[in-house]
C-alpha cells in the first residue's frame, strides 16, 4: 500500500490549501485516514482524522478552520486549511489504517510541507 500525499505550499497568514493523499495498492478497506503534522523542533500531533462512517476528529487548534473529507471510491483524504495561521507551519504526514489481506496496518505517505508567512 502507498500513500501519494500532495497540495502543500507557501501561502500567507488567512489564506487556504487544500492536501490530498491517494492510497493505492492491495487495499480490502481504509479504516481510518488522516493528516498529522509536524513542525521543527517539535513532535508529531495528529491534526485531523475521518473514520469509518464519516466520524471525525479534530485538534483543537484548528477546528473551524480545517476539514476533512474522504472519497472512498477514490481511496482518497482532503484536507482544507482555511484561515492559515504561522502557527500551522509543518511538514504534513498522510496516514491510513488498512486492511489489506485480512491484516490491519499503518501506513505513511511522504511529508508535505505548509509555510504560512505573517
Known amino acids: 500500500v502507498q500513500l501519494q500525499a500532495s497540495g502543500g505550499g507557501l501561502v500567507q497568514s488567512g489564506g487556504s490549501l487544500r492536501l490530498s493523499c491517494a492510497a493505492s495498492?492491495?487495499?480490502?478497506?481504509?479504516?481510518?485516514m488522516g493528516w498529522y503534522r509536524q513542525a521543527p523542533g517539535k513532535q508529531r500531533e495528529l491534526v485531523a482524522h475521518i473514520r469509518t462512517g464519516n466520524i471525525t476528529y479534530y485538534l483543537a487548534s484548528v477546528k473551524g478552520r480545517f476539514t476533512i473529507s474522504r472519497d472512498n471510491a477514490k481511496n482518497t483524504v482532503y484536507l482544507q486549511m482555511n484561515s492559515l495561521k504561522p502557527g500551522d507551519t509543518a511538514v504534513y504526514y498522510c496516514n491510513a489504517v488498512v486492511t489489506s489481506n485480512r491484516i490491519q496496518s499503518a501506513y505513511w505517505g511522504q511529508g508535505t510541507l505548509v509555510t504560512v508567512s505573517s
Open positions: 495498492g492491495s487495499i480490502a478497506s481504509i479504516n481510518v
